[in-house]
């Protein structure tokens, strides 16, 4: 797939009627990179189990250059934009979450009222703590690591000039380490939103998600007692806004509430039984042009997961909160 997408991207380069690229560079700090609970964090500062934490740090600095690239052309009369992205997060302190990111999307237009779009992503590594593998008999801690590939597809259309409604669908794979198989899944989520635009260029908008994930070997976990499965369902609500009243200045808001309710049955299963998650995020970014083809980027982001459960080790070990700041320096060529 990610060969294929590669080819088609560079054939388009070569016969595309415009051209055009983004460089950025983003700097976050992050007060909780491993989105660790108040009982883990108490661990961690113990230093007692240097085997469970490798980290060195509970905050960290992260250098997230991003390159885009921009293809627009002609498609049997209306116009399609493809874009490639690839974005690496660079952590100061704790080189074990450095990961790369590749985007791909192609957009076409039908008419001036309908487009779609359809998105591809892929993860090569992503870490997410040290924990106990049930397929391990040493009594040691492995990284739990994933790769991730997702695609997707956006169908937008203007029910007016202030109304535009939005309809995706979208299908996840996730495969995990050897120690951590039975996290394997595949996800297939519907989502849909209604923007609202005035003459001015403000946005508002409105959003629900709802999300299936389903592990993807379960034959071989039901050989252990006490496998885990992460199966979920999920549902989301989403407010967000663009507020331009105070140009150049641009204003961006987002809220989104998620409920995310586990499905194993197997009460052994002490981190998913009886779980239901629910996951609070609030986005506030501040956009100013600096001169021609520069702009700068300010950004806060607040994240707080609640969790309840039938065993009390799953509460305490997985509800977190952490914040997020950041800068933007973006480059247009």
Request: aromatic share 18%; hydrophobic share 35%.
């Amino acid at each position: 797939m990610k060969k294929i997408i590669l080819f088609l991207f560079i054939i388009s380069f070569l016969f595309a009627a415009d051209f055009n690229g983004k460089f950025e560079l983003e700097t976050v700090y992050d007060d909780n990179i491993l989105n660790l609970s108040k009982t883990d964090i108490g661990r961690f500062n113990s230093a007692e189990e240097t085997d469970k934490f490798v980290q060195k740090t509970l905050d960290d600095l992260i250098f997230q250059p991003k390159i885009k690239l921009q293809i627009k052309a002609k498609n049997f009369g209306h116009t399609n934009i493809q874009k490639f992205t690839v974005k690496y997060d660079k952590y100061l302190q704790n080189e074990f979450k450095d990961n790369f990111t590749f985007l791909f999307s192609t957009k076409q237009y039908l008419s001036r009222k309908i487009n779609f779009t359809i998105n591809y992503a892929y993860n090569p590594k992503l870490f997410v703590n040290r924990f106990d593998s049930v397929w391990d008999t040493a009594d040691v801690y492995r990284d739990f690591t994933y790769s991730k590939n997702e695609i997707s597809g956006k169908f937008q259309y203007r029910l007016s000039s202030m109304l535009r409604l939005n309809y995706q669908y979208e299908i996840a794979k996730t495969i995990h380490t050897a120690y951590f198989t039975e996290y394997d899944a595949i996800a297939d989520g519907h989502s849909t939103n209604l923007e609202i635009l005035s003459k001015k260029g403000n946005k508002i908008g409105l959003a629900y998600s709802y999300l299936n994930s389903q592990i993807d070997n379960e034959v071989e976990a039901e050989s252990i007692v006490n496998r885990k499965n992460g199966s979920f369902k999920s549902n989301e609500y989403k407010i967000f806004a663009k507020i331009i009243e105070f140009s150049p200045l641009v204003f961006y808001y987002n809220f989104q509430f998620e409920r995310k309710y586990f499905q194993t049955l197997n009460d052994f299963d002490t981190s998913h039984f009886g779980r239901i998650d629910d996951a609070y995020s609030l986005d506030i970014s501040l956009k100013y042009p600096l001169f021609k083809n520069y702009e700068l980027k300010t950004f806060y982001g607040y994240e707080k997961r609640q969790t309840t459960a039938f065993f009390e080790s799953a509460v305490e070990s997985k509800s977190y909160q952490k914040n997020e700041f950041a800068i933007n320096l973006r480059c247009s060529f």
